[in-house]
RNA sequence: GGCCCGUUGGUCAAACGGCUAAGACACGGCCCUUUCACGGCUGAGAUAAGGGUUCGAUUCCCUUACGGGUCACCA
């Protein structure tokens, strides 16, 4: 049984480097009918965030990555919130110091920052390990400040990652890790590997900039002698001017994302694609739903070099998911703002939900599609000429007289009773179909572009609004 | 600086030694005798550089360049 975790820390939003990790993490365990944990790191209370916590929550729930235990969801291997778990990590830490694999550190910052500033000394000298059993129990019985640290043996450390294959470093490259801060709570590090364990956590999914930290995590499995998880790790996420996504640069928050009016469904499925693309028989679709994602998912085409976030085509992706929405679904989303935009009575919304769905980015965007049909705008008359359609303001008086007539005696106002009068009302005044499709068009909507054609604007606006907005541009066309 | 990782068109990316190096976004053109959009077609555009290995390298090895990550009592 697959277990993975998604283990932010609480100190803010969740960017889209956040929610892929926690999407990556969330498929995994899915694909196999595993189990999708969330676990809320909070060891380092000087960074934490009011609210924070909730903020992960909303994002996780929004976006669909509902997870089957954690800190309000329960589950066998609770608490689910690092702080809360602060006696399990002592136990561990005392053992690895029984066995001789880590001792108690007495050192000060002072003497580890002088150490570093005048001896040069990247790592930790291992002032204390060279202390006596008796030294040590002296100090702790005079309560004298202290941290665990790991004795780092020599020799390489070597892991094979899901995505990057084997990974080797020289443990000399390690410092003698502190497993349990002088505040007696656990590093990160520690914590991690604690919990990993202790929650039976089978895949860990991180971004990659915890690759060289890897080596570090190995040598406590080891020490501690338990299972070692399969390691995945992610590629970057960059801005478009190559920095690193993260809130210290600004990214966006994904509920500030979704509040703009991205589909929660888009943002998944564009954070999906950023670092892992699909195979097989789905190799050339990139529009998919999460459901689909748990299905064809597979860590073997995650990318190994870092990705650029793209604001054009995640809203390109949004566009797709917006028209794939049922009718009613879009509609019943556009329609406060179809509301707002338009209030002359008797318009169907349903109508302009239809036409607008396929030509908006974002859902709101249907308000200024249509916004028109309350009040025809002001507009110039050079809107009426256009070479290919072969219009200018004279042929456009002309068919505006000639429909105007015609349209006057209409009895049946439906699209395809309309279509044919202007076809004989262009054969009878020699004018093209298009001539007086794009004068009329024009006419009554008084905009460049329109998400309909001329017969479907006259329908909405119904006969009487019709006709009154014909004898305005002939009033324009002759002043 | 040491160590680790990466480098295919502007961007996302496929091709895990073998045809003229896919596809998508964005961009240009054309078509759809109702614009724009939708849709269809099409165009331009890439294997960082240099060495090897091989009958044959985007793919394997080495070097260089560039980029990123990491070296905390932060996560």
Same mark, same amino acid.
Request: with cysteine.
């Given at each position: 049984?697959?277990r993975?975790r998604f283990a932010p820390s609480p100190t803010?939003?969740?960017?889209?480097?956040?929610?892929?990790?926690?999407?990556?993490?969330?498929?995994?365990?899915?694909?196999?009918?595993?189990?999708?944990i969330l676990r809320l790191e909070d060891t380092d209370q000087a960074r934490y965030?009011?609210?924070a916590a909730?903020?992960?929550?909303?994002?996780?729930?929004?976006?669909?990555?509902?997870f089957?235990e954690g800190p309000n969801t329960g589950g066998n291997y609770g608490p689910y919130i690092q702080s809360q778990r602060k006696d399990s990590y002592m136990p561990p830490a005392r053992k690895l110091v029984e066995e001789g694999k880590a001792y108690y550190c007495f050192?000060?910052?002072?003497?580890?920052?002088?150490?570093?500033?005048?001896?040069?000394?990247?790592?930790?000298?291992?002032?204390?390990?060279?202390?006596?059993?008796?030294?040590v129990q002296?100090k702790l019985n005079?309560g004298v400040p202290y941290v665990i640290r790991q004795f780092?043996?020599?020799?390489?450390?070597?892991?094979?990652?899901?995505?990057?294959?084997?990974?080797?470093?020289?443990?000399?490259?390690?410092?003698?890790q502190i497993l349990i801060k002088s505040d007696g709570m656990p590093t990160y590090n520690f914590a991690n590997v604690v919990d990993d364990n202790a929650m039976a956590i089978?895949?860990v999914?991180?971004?990659?900039?915890?690759?060289?930290?890897?080596?570090k995590y190995?040598l406590l499995y080891?020490a501690l002698g338990w299972d070692?998880p399969?390691?995945?790790?992610?590629?970057?996420?960059?801005?478009?001017?190559?920095?690193?996504?993260?809130?210290?640069?600004?990214?966006?928050?994904?509920?500030?994302?979704?509040?703009?009016?991205?589909?929660?469904?888009?943002?998944?499925?564009?954070?999906?694609?950023?670092?892992?693309?699909?195979?097989?028989?789905?190799?050339?679709?990139?529009?998919?739903?999460?459901?689909?994602?748990?299905?064809?998912?597979?860590?073997?085409?995650? &990318?190994?070099?870092?990705?650029?976030?793209?604001? +054009? =085509? *995640?809203?390109?992706?949004? %566009?797709?998911?917006?028209? #794939? !929405?049922?009718?009613?679904?879009?509609?019943?989303?556009?329609?406060?703002?179809?509301?707002?935009?338009?209030?002359?009575?008797?318009?169907?919304?349903?109508?302009?939900?239809?036409?607008?769905?396929?030509?908006?980015?974002?859902?709101?965007?249907?308000?200024?599609?249509?916004?028109?049909?309350?009040?025809?705008? &002001?507009?110039?008359?050079?809107?009426?000429?256009? +070479? =290919? *359609?072969?219009?200018?303001? %004279?042929?456009?008086?002309? #068919? !505006?007289?000639?429909?105007?007539?015609?349209?006057?005696?209409?009895?049946?106002?439906?699209?395809?009773?309309?279509?044919?009068?202007?076809?004989?009302?262009?054969?009878?005044?020699?004018?093209?179909?298009?001539?007086?499709?794009?004068?009329?068009?024009?006419?009554?909507?008084?905009?460049?572009?329109?998400?309909?054609?001329?017969?479907?604007?006259?329908?909405?606006?119904? =006969?009487?609004?019709?006709?009154?907005?014909?004898?305005?541009?002939?009033?324009?066309?002759?002043?």
């Open positions: 049984m697959i993975s803010g939003y969740m960017t889209i480097g956040n929610l892929r990790s926690a999407l990556y993490e969330y498929l995994i365990a899915k694909k196999d009918g595993g189990v999708f965030v009011e609210g909730q903020v992960i929550y909303d994002t996780l729930h929004r976006t669909g990555l509902h089957d050192c000060e910052k002072e003497r580890l920052d002088t150490l570093a500033d005048e001896r040069g000394l990247k790592k930790y000298d291992r002032f204390c390990h060279k202390l006596s059993k008796d030294e002296a005079s780092i043996p020599d020799g390489r450390t070597a892991f094979t990652d899901r995505v990057y294959g084997e990974i080797s470093i020289d443990n000399g490259e390690l410092e003698d089978t895949h999914v991180r971004g990659s900039e915890y690759l060289t930290s890897t080596p190995v080891d070692k399969v390691f995945v790790h992610l590629p970057l996420l960059q801005n478009a001017d190559g920095t690193k996504i993260s809130k210290r640069h600004g990214a966006a928050s994904i509920l500030e994302m979704l509040d703009e009016g991205y589909l929660p469904q888009a943002v998944i499925n564009y954070a999906a694609l950023l670092g892992w693309s699909p195979s097989g028989e789905y190799a050339e679709r990139e529009i998919f739903t999460l459901d689909e994602l748990e299905k064809i998912f597979d860590t073997s085409h995650i &990318s190994k070099s870092p990705s650029t976030f793209d604001p +054009k =085509k *995640m809203t390109w992706v949004n %566009a797709e998911h917006i028209k #794939a !929405l049922p009718l009613d679904v879009y509609a019943e989303m556009a329609l406060p703002y179809l509301q707002t935009a338009v209030k002359t009575a008797g318009i169907d919304m349903k109508e302009l939900a239809r036409i607008t769905r396929s030509r908006v980015s974002f859902v709101k965007e249907c308000a200024e599609l249509v916004d028109f049909i309350d009040t025809l705008p &002001s507009y110039e008359i050079d809107l009426y000429t256009h +070479k =290919k *359609m072969k219009t200018d303001p %004279a042929v456009a008086l002309q #068919a !505006l007289r000639a429909v105007q007539e015609t349209f006057a005696g209409v009895t049946e106002w439906t699209g395809e009773g309309l279509q044919s009068v202007i076809a004989q009302t262009a054969e009878s005044a020699g004018l093209a179909k298009g001539q007086i499709l794009w004068t009329v068009r024009t006419a009554l909507s008084g905009k460049p572009t329109t998400p309909c054609g001329a017969t479907e604007i006259a329908v909405l606006l119904g =006969k009487e609004e019709t006709l009154r907005r014909l004898q305005k541009g002939i009033e324009l066309l002759h002043a």
